[in-house]
């Protein structure tokens, strides 16, 4: 049996493999995203990043968490791709 994560949790995962890619510093973090630190630590507590800052996140580790992974509780602003390619018509 496969349990599938909250989209809090994912979140929360997402967000910390993002300050993982940073070293571990959220003052690191926060100038790659043009912020403060204490942002960082904000979003690091309630477990998501604001969705006005999904895309500096996203640039700040250069693609390597993907704005749905962030905010998977937002899929009409962040789809996933597909992972299935459509047959050919």
Do not use: I, Y
Not at 21 to 41: I, T
Not at 64 to 85: G, K, N, S
Request: proline share 9%.
């Amino acid at each position: 049996m496969t349990t599938t994560l909250s989209d809090a949790d994912q979140c929360r995962q997402a967000l910390e493999k993002v300050l993982s890619l940073c070293d571990d510093n959220q003052s690191e973090l926060a100038r790659r995203c043009g912020v403060k630190q204490p942002h960082v630590w904000k979003w690091l507590r309630a477990g998501r990043v604001p969705v006005e800052r999904v895309p500096d996140v996203v640039a700040a580790v250069a693609g390597q968490v993907q704005a749905w992974e962030l905010r998977p509780d937002l899929p009409r602003l962040f789809p996933q791709p597909e992972t299935h390619p459509r047959a050919a018509a």
